[in-house]
């Protein structure tokens, strides 16, 4: 399509998009309420931990369909029905008591339909007590360890352990790039050394979004318009 060289009526999706259709893979159940993901063929499908989903938010409605009904494509050909989602902020389960207050702004990964974790999945190279050594304190007081798509970070003050950090309060992690960032006012220093341990891998987990609240049942609050790149 040419460049305009006239004003143009660009449509608008209402409600900044938050719901869209999508057709139903096939010999496919989806359930009201359960994280929807996106495969490779561009059909719904629950979430999973199965690598290279894309989340696209939570199951509303069947397309056509009546009040209450699951998109119970099984069998059935895909695209036989399609599913209305919306984007938002939902709760949803913690898989493995990786989420809590301190994980509060993190981005969490779709563990299935209906739980997720900090952890992107990934893990077949697992480092332990890599030294570390922060920048001298004129610098931002950010480290990478190496690798990228890294879980399961956590920091202490000695090769055998010493001291173990809180993460949230002492440091902060990106895990997908690797980064590791201290915190003002936690308990490590500008420069110090510390040894990290982690998981490193490529993640076979999509992210659902991030994490913006924890409620008093332990469930976390998922803002699933935040996506990352690689999987919007």
Request: aromatic share 8%; hydrophobic share 45%; glycine share 12%.
């Amino acid at each position: 399509m040419a460049a305009l060289t006239n004003s143009r009526n660009t449509p608008e999706f209402a409600d900044r998009g938050s719901m869209q259709v999508y057709p139903v893979e096939a010999n496919t159940t989806v359930y009201l309420g359960s994280m929807v993901a996106l495969n490779a063929n561009g059909n719904a499908v629950p979430a999973s931990s199965v690598a290279g989903l894309k989340l696209v938010g939570r199951a509303d409605t069947v397309l056509n369909g009546i009040p209450g009904q699951d998109a119970v494509n099984n069998p059935g050909a895909a695209g036989a029905m399609s599913i209305v989602t919306r984007r938002g902020v939902f709760m949803y389960g913690v898989n493995d008591g990786s989420i809590g207050a301190a994980q509060v702004g993190l981005i969490a990964f779709a563990v299935d339909d209906n739980s997720v974790s900090v952890s992107d999945g990934s893990g077949a190279t697992t480092v332990t007590a890599q030294s570390t050594t922060f920048p001298a304190a004129s610098s931002a007081q950010i480290v990478s360890v190496g690798h990228e798509s890294i879980s399961k970070v956590k920091v202490h003050s000695t090769s055998a352990g010493g001291t173990v950090y809180s993460e949230g309060t002492d440091y902060v992690v990106d895990y997908q790039a690797g980064l590791i960032m201290l915190v003002t006012g936690g308990g490590i220093a500008a420069a110090a050394s510390v040894f990290v341990d982690y998981n490193w891998g490529a993640p076979t987990r999509s992210v659902a979004g991030r994490i913006v609240n924890i409620d008093s049942s332990g469930q976390a609050w998922i803002d699933f318009w935040y996506q990352a790149a690689a999987t919007v």
